[in-house]
Protein backbone atom coordinates (compact mmCIF):
# COMPACT_ATOMS: atom_id res chain seq x y z
CA UNK A 1 0.00 0.00 0.00
CA UNK A 2 1.03 3.69 -0.70
CA UNK A 3 0.82 6.28 1.65
CA UNK A 4 1.81 10.19 1.68
CA UNK A 5 2.63 12.57 4.32
CA UNK A 6 2.64 16.59 3.72
CA UNK A 7 4.81 17.88 6.67
CA UNK A 8 3.46 21.35 6.74
CA UNK A 9 -0.38 21.98 7.20
CA UNK A 10 -0.10 25.51 6.44
CA UNK A 11 2.73 27.54 5.09
CA UNK A 12 2.61 31.52 5.28
CA UNK A 13 5.31 33.33 3.17
CA UNK A 14 5.93 36.73 1.80
CA UNK A 15 5.12 37.86 -1.86
CA UNK A 16 8.47 37.28 -3.89
CA UNK A 17 10.00 34.76 -1.38
CA UNK A 18 10.98 31.41 -2.19
CA UNK A 19 8.66 28.30 -1.03
CA UNK A 20 8.82 24.44 -0.32
CA UNK A 21 6.71 22.54 0.10
CA UNK A 22 7.18 19.29 1.38
CA UNK A 23 5.94 15.83 0.67
CA UNK A 24 7.30 11.92 1.68
CA UNK A 25 5.52 9.14 0.29
CA UNK A 26 5.87 5.27 1.00
CA UNK A 27 5.83 2.98 -1.19
CA UNK A 28 7.04 -0.88 -1.70
CA UNK A 29 6.71 -0.80 -5.19
CA UNK A 30 7.15 1.86 -7.55
CA UNK A 31 5.19 4.75 -7.64
CA UNK A 32 4.21 7.77 -10.11
CA UNK A 33 3.80 11.35 -8.13
CA UNK A 34 1.37 14.03 -8.46
CA UNK A 35 1.46 17.59 -7.32
CA UNK A 36 -1.89 19.11 -7.10
CA UNK A 37 -3.29 22.89 -6.45
CA UNK A 38 -6.73 23.86 -5.39
CA UNK A 39 -7.29 27.58 -5.26
CA UNK A 40 -10.11 28.97 -3.56
CA UNK A 41 -13.82 27.84 -4.96
CA UNK A 42 -12.11 26.03 -7.90
CA UNK A 43 -11.50 22.18 -8.51
CA UNK A 44 -8.66 20.60 -7.69
CA UNK A 45 -6.09 20.92 -11.42
CA UNK A 46 -2.73 18.94 -11.90
CA UNK A 47 0.94 21.13 -11.25
CA UNK A 48 3.05 18.80 -12.49
CA UNK A 49 3.91 15.05 -12.09
CA UNK A 50 6.92 12.47 -12.35
CA UNK A 51 6.81 9.47 -14.21
CA UNK A 52 10.48 8.30 -15.11
CA UNK A 53 13.62 9.63 -16.14
CA UNK A 54 14.41 13.30 -15.14
CA UNK A 55 14.02 13.79 -11.32
CA UNK A 56 13.82 17.75 -11.72
CA UNK A 57 10.01 17.89 -12.81
CA UNK A 58 9.02 21.36 -14.36
CA UNK A 59 5.19 22.11 -14.09
CA UNK A 60 2.81 25.14 -14.74
CA UNK A 61 3.23 28.48 -12.74
CA UNK A 62 6.53 28.28 -12.24
CA UNK A 63 6.59 25.17 -9.64
CA UNK A 64 8.80 22.31 -9.98
CA UNK A 65 9.63 19.48 -7.98
CA UNK A 66 12.20 17.00 -7.34
CA UNK A 67 11.89 13.35 -6.70
CA UNK A 68 14.28 11.75 -4.23
CA UNK A 69 14.08 8.19 -4.31
CA UNK A 70 16.62 7.51 -1.32
CA UNK A 71 14.63 9.40 0.93
CA UNK A 72 10.99 8.97 -0.79
CA UNK A 73 10.56 12.75 -1.41
CA UNK A 74 8.85 15.27 -3.28
CA UNK A 75 9.10 18.20 -2.60
CA UNK A 76 7.59 21.11 -4.48
CA UNK A 77 9.14 24.41 -4.83
CA UNK A 78 8.81 27.96 -5.95
CA UNK A 79 11.82 30.76 -6.14
CA UNK A 80 9.44 33.50 -5.96
CA UNK A 81 5.88 33.43 -5.07
CA UNK A 82 2.82 35.67 -6.21
CA UNK A 83 -0.35 36.38 -3.84
CA UNK A 84 -1.78 34.58 -6.90
CA UNK A 85 -0.55 31.37 -5.68
CA UNK A 86 -2.59 31.49 -2.19
CA UNK A 87 -3.68 28.00 -2.40
CA UNK A 88 -4.15 24.43 -1.12
CA UNK A 89 -1.61 21.91 -2.71
CA UNK A 90 -2.12 18.25 -2.35
CA UNK A 91 0.84 15.71 -2.81
CA UNK A 92 -0.69 12.58 -4.20
CA UNK A 93 1.17 8.90 -5.43
CA UNK A 94 -0.12 6.09 -7.55
CA UNK A 95 1.60 2.93 -8.05
CA UNK A 96 3.26 2.57 -11.70
CA UNK A 97 2.01 -1.03 -12.61
CA UNK A 98 -1.72 -2.28 -11.96
CA UNK A 99 -3.04 0.49 -10.20
CA UNK A 100 -5.51 2.53 -10.47
CA UNK A 101 -5.73 4.32 -6.82
CA UNK A 102 -4.59 7.67 -6.25
CA UNK A 103 -3.65 8.24 -2.55
CA UNK A 104 -3.94 11.93 -1.63
CA UNK A 105 -1.85 13.80 1.30
CA UNK A 106 -3.72 15.89 3.86
CA UNK A 107 -2.69 18.97 1.57
CA UNK A 108 -0.65 21.91 2.44
CA UNK A 109 -2.18 25.73 2.91
CA UNK A 110 -0.26 28.04 1.20
CA UNK A 111 -0.89 31.57 2.30
CA UNK A 112 1.00 34.62 0.38
CA UNK A 113 1.09 37.68 2.44
CA UNK A 114 2.16 41.09 0.79
CA UNK B 1 -14.07 22.71 -23.88
CA UNK B 2 -16.55 21.76 -21.22
CA UNK B 3 -14.96 20.16 -17.88
CA UNK B 4 -16.35 17.53 -15.74
CA UNK B 5 -19.20 18.49 -14.43
CA UNK B 6 -21.27 17.35 -11.36
CA UNK B 7 -24.74 17.90 -10.29
CA UNK B 8 -26.28 19.19 -7.81
CA UNK B 9 -23.27 21.43 -6.25
CA UNK B 10 -24.58 20.73 -2.53
CA UNK B 11 -27.31 18.15 -1.04
CA UNK B 12 -28.81 18.47 2.26
CA UNK B 13 -30.47 15.28 3.80
CA UNK B 14 -31.35 13.66 6.61
CA UNK B 15 -30.02 11.13 8.33
CA UNK B 16 -31.23 7.26 7.26
CA UNK B 17 -32.30 8.88 3.56
CA UNK B 18 -30.82 7.71 0.20
CA UNK B 19 -28.83 10.22 -2.13
CA UNK B 20 -27.59 9.97 -5.71
CA UNK B 21 -24.83 12.67 -7.04
CA UNK B 22 -24.01 12.19 -10.47
CA UNK B 23 -21.17 13.18 -12.36
CA UNK B 24 -20.68 13.86 -16.34
CA UNK B 25 -16.97 13.76 -17.32
CA UNK B 26 -15.09 14.79 -20.42
CA UNK B 27 -16.13 13.36 -23.65
CA UNK B 28 -14.17 10.55 -24.45
CA UNK B 29 -12.35 10.17 -21.23
CA UNK B 30 -12.91 6.46 -20.90
CA UNK B 31 -11.16 6.89 -16.95
CA UNK B 32 -13.40 7.98 -14.14
CA UNK B 33 -13.27 8.30 -10.74
CA UNK B 34 -14.73 8.99 -7.16
CA UNK B 35 -12.88 11.04 -4.17
CA UNK B 36 -14.76 11.82 -0.94
CA UNK B 37 -12.87 14.89 0.75
CA UNK B 38 -13.67 15.68 4.16
CA UNK B 39 -12.74 19.47 5.95
CA UNK B 40 -9.10 19.60 6.07
CA UNK B 41 -8.20 15.97 4.53
CA UNK B 42 -6.93 15.50 1.31
CA UNK B 43 -9.22 13.52 -1.39
CA UNK B 44 -9.95 9.88 -0.57
CA UNK B 45 -10.35 7.36 -3.56
CA UNK B 46 -13.84 5.65 -3.71
CA UNK B 47 -14.03 3.91 -6.87
CA UNK B 48 -12.47 3.56 -10.15
CA UNK B 49 -14.37 3.33 -13.65
CA UNK B 50 -12.56 2.15 -17.16
CA UNK B 51 -15.95 1.81 -20.00
CA UNK B 52 -18.38 0.47 -17.62
CA UNK B 53 -16.92 -1.39 -15.47
CA UNK B 54 -15.56 -0.93 -12.42
CA UNK B 55 -11.70 -1.77 -12.17
CA UNK B 56 -11.33 -0.90 -8.69
CA UNK B 57 -13.75 -0.26 -5.71
CA UNK B 58 -11.56 -0.77 -2.87
CA UNK B 59 -11.98 2.26 -1.58
CA UNK B 60 -15.59 2.22 -1.05
CA UNK B 61 -16.03 2.47 2.58
CA UNK B 62 -19.32 -0.32 3.41
CA UNK B 63 -22.02 -1.76 1.15
CA UNK B 64 -24.30 1.57 1.66
CA UNK B 65 -22.15 2.76 -1.62
CA UNK B 66 -22.40 2.35 -4.78
CA UNK B 67 -21.36 3.31 -8.45
CA UNK B 68 -22.75 3.04 -11.90
CA UNK B 69 -21.55 3.69 -15.15
CA UNK B 70 -23.93 1.95 -17.27
CA UNK B 71 -23.25 3.29 -20.59
CA UNK B 72 -19.60 4.37 -20.36
CA UNK B 73 -20.01 8.06 -19.48
CA UNK B 74 -22.22 9.48 -16.68
CA UNK B 75 -21.85 8.05 -13.69
CA UNK B 76 -23.79 8.07 -10.31
CA UNK B 77 -22.71 7.45 -7.07
CA UNK B 78 -25.68 6.45 -4.66
CA UNK B 79 -25.67 6.29 -0.45
CA UNK B 80 -28.20 4.23 1.11
CA UNK B 81 -29.24 4.62 4.91
CA UNK B 82 -26.98 7.76 5.16
CA UNK B 83 -25.42 9.03 8.13
CA UNK B 84 -23.59 11.73 9.47
CA UNK B 85 -20.54 10.61 9.07
CA UNK B 86 -21.15 10.29 5.32
CA UNK B 87 -21.11 14.82 5.19
CA UNK B 88 -18.31 15.97 3.10
CA UNK B 89 -17.39 16.75 -0.31
CA UNK B 90 -17.51 14.09 -3.31
CA UNK B 91 -14.96 14.76 -6.27
CA UNK B 92 -15.34 12.92 -9.42
CA UNK B 93 -12.57 13.08 -11.68
CA UNK B 94 -11.94 11.67 -15.54
CA UNK B 95 -9.09 11.23 -17.50
CA UNK B 96 -8.59 9.52 -20.79
CA UNK B 97 -6.87 6.23 -19.13
CA UNK B 98 -5.14 4.82 -16.05
CA UNK B 99 -2.77 6.70 -13.81
CA UNK B 100 -0.41 8.29 -14.91
CA UNK B 101 -2.76 10.14 -17.31
CA UNK B 102 -3.93 13.79 -15.98
CA UNK B 103 -6.96 13.48 -14.20
CA UNK B 104 -9.87 16.26 -14.23
CA UNK B 105 -11.57 17.23 -11.45
CA UNK B 106 -15.32 18.29 -11.12
CA UNK B 107 -16.24 21.15 -8.64
CA UNK B 108 -17.50 18.72 -6.77
CA UNK B 109 -21.15 17.58 -4.47
CA UNK B 110 -21.00 18.98 -1.02
CA UNK B 111 -23.49 16.47 0.93
CA UNK B 112 -24.49 17.21 4.21
CA UNK B 113 -26.51 14.66 6.30
CA UNK B 114 -28.32 15.84 9.20
Known amino acids: AQSVTQLDSQVPVFEEAPVELRCNYS??????LFWYVQYPNQGLQLLLK??????LVKGINGFEAEFNKSQTSFHLRKPSVHISDTAEYFC????????????FGAGTRLFVKA | GAGVSQTPSNKVTEKGKYVELRCDPI?????LYWYRQSLGQGPEFLIY????????DSGLPNDRFFAVRPEGSVSTLKIQRTERGDSAVYLC????????????FGPGTRLTVL
Open chain 2, 93 to 104: ASSQGAPPDTQY
Open chain 1, 27 to 32: SSVSVY
Open chain 1, 50 to 55: YLSGST
Open chain 1, 92 to 103: AVSRNTGGFKTI
Open chain 2, 27 to 31: SGHTA
Open chain 2, 49 to 56: FQGTGAAD
